[in-house]
Every structure is written in structure tokens, then in C-alpha cells.
């Protein structure tokens, strides 16, 4: 049993993480703004109310866990076309060095197919209707990316298919270029992967893809 950390455990794959670690008998700190809203109770739950752009709150949240899990997210809108964005890198110059201070070298975080070296798997045809769409959030995610990957902690980035509300549990993980690929996974199979990894690290330094 292990104290998993999930910084974005108010929705999307950080919740059904949530959910994926309580049943396999984890202990869970859930890390969000919304936290207290999170509308689950177990005895093994810490709700946390914290923002992942405060040092404060970030060490706060790494403090004696064994785990962290970065699942962080933008709403789509106007500034997901339009605006700056720059929370998955800002947020990620914090957690580095909170990770290290309080000792803590396991970090599962999720970015998305298309982050990265990934990119140069998406066909041409696809990648003008992307960058229009998901430029600037994946651009921001492939500094996340370079933070992560040039840190001495124990990573692994998970970057998840198109996502989907399923329950199914059938994924595949694609961990070398030439097996790259687009396709539809659901985040209770994505949140399956990530304790998986959590238990057992056998993707440490890799950037696996996630389809069904």
C-alpha cells in the first residue's frame, strides 16, 4: 500500500485514477482547487484543496507520498485556440524541486499523443487540423515534457489516445516510435495504466502512447 499524490484529481483521468488507486487499496491525496468537491468519501482519501501553480501548496502535496501523478488539464475554449497557455510547464517547474526536496522520485505524468516526439508520428493530412486545434496547449506540453525528461527523478509520461467515458479496460501501451499511433482509449483503462505503473515501474525513462 502506497500514498499516491494526484495533482488534478477533480475530474477527467486524475479521478478515475483516484478511483483505479482506492480499490486496488492505495492511499490516495487528491489535489485540486475543487478538492473538497470531489464527491467520493473513503477512509483513505485526503481531499486537498491546493493550486498546482503554488509552491506552497505543491509541497504540501508531495510531503510523504511514495507516488505522484500528474494529470493536469485546460478547459476547451476561446484560449485553447486563441490564448497563451502555460500551466503544464509552470506547473511542472514546481513540482520538480518539491519532488526532490521531500524525496520523492516516482512521478507518473500524463501529457497526450501528439506531445513531444510524438508529434512527428501524426500524418500531414492530421497535423494542420491539430496544430489549429491543440497547438498551443501542446506546445506548452512539450516543455512539460523537456522539464520532466531532463530531471534525475524515477518518470514516466503517459500520452493517452483520443478519450473517452468507457469502462473498458482493453489498452494498449506503445512504447517505441515506429508503434506510435492515434486511437481511442477510455480514461478508466489510462487510470488502470497508471497505477499499474505506480505498483510497478517497468516504464521508468519512457514515454509510452495509450490506445485501445
Known amino acids: 500500500m502506497s500514498l499516491i499524490t494526484i495533482?488534478?484529481?477533480?475530474?477527467?483521468?486524475?479521478?478515475?485514477t483516484m478511483q483505479t488507486a482506492l480499490d486496488a487499496g492505495h492511499s490516495v491525496r487528491a489535489v485540486a482547487r475543487g478538492a473538497a468537491n470531489i464527491p467520493l468519501q473513503h477512509e483513505r482519501?485526503?481531499?486537498?484543496?491546493?493550486?498546482?501553480?503554488?509552491?506552497?501548496?505543491?509541497?504540501a502535496a508531495?510531503?510523504?507520498?511514495?507516488?505522484?501523478?500528474?494529470?493536469?488539464g485546460v478547459p476547451f475554449d476561446a484560449r485553447m485556440l486563441f490564448g497563451?497557455?502555460?500551466?503544464?510547464?509552470?506547473a511542472t517547474q514546481l513540482l520538480i524541486p518539491a519532488m526532490q526536496a521531500a524525496g520523492v522520485q516516482r512521478l507518473v505524468a500524463v501529457t497526450g499523443y501528439g506531445a513531444g516526439d510524438s508529434r512527428d508520428s501524426i500524418s500531414p493530412l492530421q497535423r494542420a487540423g491539430f496544430e489549429l486545434v491543440f497547438g498551443r496547449a501542446y506546445r506548452d506540453k512539450d516543455t512539460q515534457e523537456a522539464l520532466i525528461r531532463g530531471s534525475s527523478l524515477q518518470w514516466t509520461i503517459v500520452r493517452p489516445g483520443i478519450l473517452t467515458n468507457s469502462r473498458r479496460l482493453t489498452y494498449q501501451a506503445l512504447t517505441t516510435p515506429e508503434r506510435w499511433r492515434n486511437g481511442i482509449v477510455s480514461r478508466k483503462a489510462v487510470a488502470h495504466y497508471i497505477i499499474h505503473q505506480a505498483v510497478e515501474p517497468e516504464a521508468i525513462g519512457l514515454t509510452p502512447v495509450l490506445v485501445g
Open 7 to 16: 495533482i488534478g484529481a477533480s475530474s477527467g483521468i486524475g479521478l478515475a
Open 45 to 59: 482519501l485526503q481531499k486537498q484543496p491546493g493550486d498546482a501553480l503554488s509552491a506552497d501548496d505543491v509541497a
Open 62 to 72: 508531495v510531503a510523504g507520498a511514495q507516488v505522484v501523478v500528474q494529470s493536469l
Open 84 to 90: 497563451p497557455i502555460s500551466l503544464f510547464s509552470q
